[in-house]
């Protein structure tokens, strides 16, 4: 439904600007959550839920770890490849589900250890893909590991990621019913993949962080046979110029293949399949797309025409079912909680507004957020 510009300006703006305060609130773990995960035993990516340990004791583990790995002799090819992974979780857990450069050379370092200790093993291969992933030459790593070993849990997450980046339908549902069966994946995950597809209107095209948010949005569908009609883009596999050739074809979008920078506002452009954007990209993906998006709950739709999201919001915070247990995700739900807070108090709907201020209290006692909704001037002390 068209709106006066002053009111897409406003709202638009807003939702930008709470996005960042969410999304600065994902670089830690919330202060409650439990200690669920023996590290030395198990290694949790963060798909699966590696987040859920307080941020104190990953920092304090990975600590260990990396000087054990990299100065016991005995250190099993094994060991050394959970050190990889769970040094990589951690960068991802604090750095809103990207891996810094500085992050990435040790990465690249750990690797070159462990190809030195164990050439051509699974774990050697394994630990190239995560040096050099997002990169084609990563996945032809995940094929060597894959010929060394085909039953080990680590193949999972990965293999899904080169099912979708190869768009392969067959594949991404082996892989999904995987980790929907053995994956160990975050019940919360799939409670917000839930929340984020009720966002999305009929035949979207849905651009997703990748790590956690992408891989319980394919279960979803591949796995659970749920809203096929979206079509999930994993936003971490755009530097690949065949996996945005097969982006381009199967939006139907017309004109030449963009870059991986121009790949976002190009294809808003050439097809007329509704875009979105994952909560999860990012404050720095939302900003560079202008006055734009307009929130629609755990997404933003692109729209060159002003649009009243309003009604979409209200209907489908309504909806959802607000997992608290999803991580540093879980804190976007705070984002549509407090635009229509503040669309309430602005119509001097007295009564809708306390009741959504009672449930936003409650949810960001749980997520540690309260100080950051009152500086945002969103709760009253």
Known sequence: MPVPNKTKHR???????LFTLSAAAQTSTPPNAADTQQQNAVIIDAVQGGWSISGTKVREEQQRSAVDVNTI?????????????AARNLSLVQNQGTIPRT???DLVNKAALLNSAAPQSFEAHMANFYAQFPAPTAFQELDLALAKDRDREELIAPELANAAR???ALELTKWAREMK????????????A????????PGAVLIAAGEMDAYPLWVHQFASAKRNDVFVIDQRLLLDPAYRARIWERTKAKGTVPTENEMITELVKSTTRPVYLSLAMGSAAMGGQGNNL???GLAVRWSKEPT????????RWGQFKKAMDAGPLSQNYLVPGAILLKHYRSIGDETKASLLEHDLRIMAKKLGATERLIKANILAH
């Open 181 to 192: 069966s053995r994956g160990r994946v975050a019940p919360g995950l799939y409670a917000y």
């Open 308 to 315: 009243n999201n309003l009604r979409l919001l209200e209907e």
């Open 103 to 105: 992050d990435k050379a």
């Open 294 to 296: 307009y929130l629609t």
């Open 166 to 168: 190869k768009d392969n």
């Open 194 to 201: 839930e929340d984020v597809m009720t966002s999305l209107e």
């Open 11 to 17: 709202w638009s703006v807003l939702a930008v600007a």
């Open 73 to 85: 002799p005995q250190a099993t090819p094994k060991e050394q490849l959970d050190q990889i992974r």
